[in-house]
Every structure is written in C-alpha cells, then in structure tokens.
C-alpha cells in the first residue's frame, strides 16, 4: 500500500505565495513521474503540474506556466507557488504515475494523496 500526504495548503492573499509538499510512504516505491492536479467546487480535477525522474523533465498547465515550480528532492515533491491568483482557489492533490509520462490525464496517474485546501483571497 502506498500513501501519499500533501502538506502546505492555507490561505493567502492575491500575489502572495504558498509550498505544496507531498511525501510517499508505505511499502518501497519510486514513481517514475508525479504530478499535482486541483480541483475548485462545482469543476473537474484539472493538471496543474508533473515532474518525471528521468532528467526531472517538468510540464505544466498554461494557466500556472511562470508562476508555478514542481521540484522532486529525497523522495519528496514540491508544488512553489507565487503570484497566485483567487483563480488559483482549490483542493491540490499530489498523484503518482507508474508510467514515464508527460500525461495530463487522470487516468494515468495510479496513486493518490487526500488534497490540501488552498484558498486565495482577492
């Protein structure tokens, strides 16, 4: 069984910026990619960000492109966000892949942390 935890959610004002963690546990496993997607009330969970092992090759959705850095470092994944926009408002969720991928989907991502909420005000 794998767990993943997310760590960092919060509130913050409009141009401010928070730190997403999400740290795997449970029995030996190395996720070939990771990912972070967010999900606002009333709409689908969207791809925000994802980071494969191989070369830490990184990929992000157009609306977080600049303002968002996902970064990989013992075994832990970090979402830096700055300049946040209230757009930004939702549950973050960390996923693991089994797959190298630059995929966007959900469905390619195996494993899931319970969200962290974060809330920007304007």
């Known amino acids: 069984q794998v767990q993943l935890v997310e760590s960092g959610g919060g509130l913050v004002q409009a141009g401010g910026s928070l730190r997403l963690s999400c740290a795997a546990s449970?029995?030996?496993?190395?996720?070939?990619?990771m990912g972070w997607f967010r999900q606002a009330p009333g709409k689908e969970r969207e791809f925000v960000a994802a980071?494969?092992?191989?070369?830490?090759s990184a990929y992000y959705a157009d609306s977080v492109k600049g303002r968002f850095t996902i970064s990989r470092d013992n075994g832990k994944t970090t979402l830096q966000m700055n300049s946040m926009k209230p757009e930004d408002t939702a549950v973050y969720y960390c996923?693991?892949?089994?797959?190298?991928?630059?995929?966007?989907?959900?469905?390619?991502?195996?494993?899931w942390g319970q969200g962290t909420q974060v809330t920007v005000s304007s």
């Open positions: 449970g029995r030996a496993f190395t996720s070939p990619t």
């Open positions: 996923a693991a892949s089994q797959l190298v991928t630059s995929s966007r989907s959900t469905d390619d991502y195996l494993y």
């Open positions: 980071i494969r092992m191989i070369r830490s």
